[in-house]
């Protein structure tokens, strides 16, 4: 009974330490001004290989090696999403921190890393529009091994950083199966290997749906997540993800 009536207040007090306490960049340990957003310093965000990069706007690969979008591998892949918000490239820092929120278990590093995909997406040109995130989903055996969905903290954590509202869909889509790692498969190895992997939860209705994850590497996944959202009614699909690989082509 007292812990349910401490519950708020203990939750309202770590609201007020976040955002008025100082606390330090994720990344660097700088300290930052109270309530700064996002929580990694300017230095360290400038600092992180492929932020400033040209990409395709559509799978999010570097754009410095084509010339137009025209000759990017998407544009015979055909992703099912219509385009990739990124952060930056998958190495240093940003591969540290994610494999250390989802190995690590540091749970605490989905707020920056959500925040920089806030970040990312609300400085987009043309602007970008959202309805609602879905975190791409893990199986219900990997999300009782690991006890969270780094997706959906991530989302979260980016809908809790955007003054407008943007609602957050934790069973938007399921995943039904694991699959095999992709690596050293075809296109169409991809396809079938992730066939039947995901159904969705929910109806998406002439909605812009942002789809979470924290790495495109083939993009087989996110392509095969925004088919199954596009099949329940979504009108566009953009890949919000943490950090693109470089070289993958999207499948
Ligand atoms: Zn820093
Ligand atoms: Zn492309």
């Known amino acids: 009974m007292l812990q349910g009536l401490l519950k708020p207040v203990r939750r309202r007090i770590g609201f007020w330490f976040d955002h008025l306490a100082p606390r330090g960049c994720a990344l660097c ?132 950083s955007v003054r407008a509202p943007l609602p957050v ?6 995943r039904l199966r694991d699959t095999p790692p992709q690596t050293g498969l075809s296109l169409v190895e991809r396809r079938h290997n992730l066939a039947g992997a995901f159904s969705s939860g929910a109806r998406f209705d002439g909605l812009h749906v942002g789809l979470v994850d924290d790495v495109m590497t083939s993009g087989s996944t996110l392509t095969e997540s925004a088919r199954i959202l596009k099949a329940a009614g979504a009108c566009s699909v953009v890949a919000l993800v943490v950090a693109r690989t470089t070289r993958d082509s999207p499948a």
């Not at 869909?169 to 399921?174: D, E, I, K, Q």
Request: proline share 9%.
């Open 169 to 174: 869909m934790p069973f938007g889509l399921h």
């Open 29 to 160: 340990d700088q300290a930052l001004a109270p309530g700064a957003f996002p929580s990694v310093c300017m230095a360290c965000i400038l600092a992180m290989p492929g932020i400033n990069r040209l990409r395709c706007a559509r799978c999010g690969l570097p754009a410095s090696a084509v010339t137009d979008q025209q000759a990017c591998p998407c544009s015979i892949a055909s992703p099912a999403f219509d385009q990739t918000v990124a952060v930056a490239d998958y190495v240093a820092p940003l591969d540290r921190l994610i494999t250390s929120l989802k190995f690590g278990r540091q749970l605490n590093l989905a707020r920056p890393l959500g925040e920089l995909l806030a970040t990312r997406w609300l400085g987009s040109t043309p602007a970008i529009r959202l309805d609602c995130l879905v975190p791409v989903p893990l199986s219900a055996s990997r999300l009782a091994q690991r006890g969270f969905n780094q997706a959906l903290e991530m989302a979260r954590s980016m809908a809790a």
